[in-house]
């Protein structure tokens, strides 16, 4: 069955900045420089008639296009390094449209409050990780347009996961506050993150 998520995909100078950062660190698995990508809600495995159901309910969101910025860096719990978002009303709305969208079809698995981040890099094993976001702690890309927003299919291969966009939905222009500071940089807690492929 196929495994769903709905995501902002990032322009290519994002992803390139992001590719950047993904040195310096040993025995970890950093992701590929065209999966990074901000979650907006993971989904799970469904089958056929689910997923478009899915896609049905997503063009039914309604937001406006908006401009995001990346900042900062961060760690759950010696396993996995992140880029941070700056604080955005916009990204919120998007991301409570989409939720209201999907809870009937596909409910999410964890009630805690949605926190946006951009995954860099996991390990199995727990690790330190202050070297690298004392170096990275002002990292900034962005900001940039976000135009659209995706539905996304994951299918795991020996190299890795690959991602397809099964559908992209087009954001209207319109009015959208500017992001602001970054509301978490540097070690945070390890939360658990609805919405985020770990």
């Given amino acids: 069955m196929p495994r769903l998520f709905v995501a902002i995909d990032f322009p290519p100078e994002v992803k390139l900045a992001l590719s950047r950062l993904c040195v310096g ?5 950093w992701v590929a420089p065209g999966n990074f990508h901000l979650t907006l809600r993971f989904i799970g495995e469904v089958d056929e008639p689910g997923a478009a159901g899915v896609a049905a309910a997503l063009r039914q969101v309604e937001a406006p296009r908006f401009r995001l910025m990346l900042a900062g860096v961060g760690q759950f719990g010696g396993h996995t390094l992140w880029v941070g978002v700056a604080q955005n009303p916009a990204l919120e709305c998007l991301q409570n449209a989409v939720e ?3 809870q009937a079809l596909a409910p ?5 409050p949605y926190r946006p981040h951009v995954k860099l890099a996991h390990s199995r094993r727990r690790r330190g990780f202050r070297g690298f976001l004392d170096a990275h702690a002002h990292f900034r890309a962005g900001p940039f347009e976000v135009t659209e927003f995706s539905l996304i299919e994951s299918r795991l291969s020996e190299s890795g996961a690959v991602y397809q966009h099964r559908a992209d939905y087009v954001l209207p222009a319109g009015d959208a506050p500017a992001p602001t500071k970054p509301p978490f940089c540097g070690e945070t807690p390890e ?4 919405g985020i492929l770990r």
């Fill in 100 to 102: 209201n969208r999907l």
């Fill in 191 to 194: 939360p658990a993150l609805p």
């Fill in 25 to 29: 660190v040993s025995g970890v698995r």
């Fill in 108 to 112: 999410a698995a964890d009630p805690r």
